[in-house]
């Protein structure tokens, strides 16, 4: 299936916030993404699925979304949400390297977030690409008062990480390949 990754606009935002219901149901209040859109520090990407549009508007069909903070040179991740019927194809692993490669065309060094500490498929996703757990916040998600694993990478500019996520964008891509995905664009995300 594939698909191609570009900025959020605000035709996007009535799909992901769908998507955002999906993936968190009980998160309350529930994100204003228009108002997401007009923050300078927020930055926000789609997975569109290719030639597909939206049966209700003929806009891209968006298959997951994915969002940041920049906070000096620190990128706080707040969201990776891919639909249910495209999850465990690459789709949500696709948009981290996004998002990374995002956070270090607006010169962040450091990257940060926050996980449920039971969503272990998503913390092994993390620790593949470097990040750490460096704090528990304890009853942070609001609908079941579950603590989030903070976490984070540092120094993404950096030689060695950069050799690393080389390494898997490459193998990331050959999967992506095998499986119909578009390769990963090697150019900035553009709005």
């Known amino acids: 299936m594939p698909y191609y ?19 968190f149901p ?11 859109l007009k923050v ?15 049966w209700r508007t003929e806009e891209p069909y ?16 707040t969201n990776i949400a891919v639909r249910q019927g ?14 990374i490669r995002l956070a270090m065309e607006q010169n962040a060094c450091t990257l940060i977030l926050e996980v449920r500490a039971s969503n ?16 528990i916040r304890r009853s942070y998600y609001t609908d079941n008062r ?7 990478v540092g120094d993404i500019i950096g030689a ?10 490459k193998a990331h891509s050959r999967k992506l390949g095998e499986g119909g995905g578009r390769p990963l664009p090697h150019r900035p995300i553009v709005r």
């Open 146 to 152: 579950e603590d989030a694993l903070v976490m984070t």
């Open 5 to 23: 990754i570009r900025r959020m606009c605000q035709e996007d935002i009535a799909q992901v916030t769908e998507i955002d219901h999906e993936a």
């Open 26 to 36: 009980a998160m309350w209040p529930p994100a204003n993404y228009d108002r997401e």
């Open 62 to 77: 968006i298959i997951g979304f994915a969002g940041l903070w920049m906070m000096a040179d620190e990128a706080h991740i």
């Open 40 to 54: 300078s520090l927020a930055h926000y990407i789609t997975a569109c699925e290719d030639g597909k549009p939206d």
């Open 120 to 135: 272990t498929t998503a913390q092994k996703l993390y620790h593949k690409y470097g990040f750490t757990q460096v704090d």
């Open 160 to 169: 060695v990480f950069q050799k690393h996520l080389h390494q898997l964008e």
């Open 86 to 99: 495209y999850q465990r194809r690459g789709i949500g692993e696709h948009l981290l390297i996004a998002m």
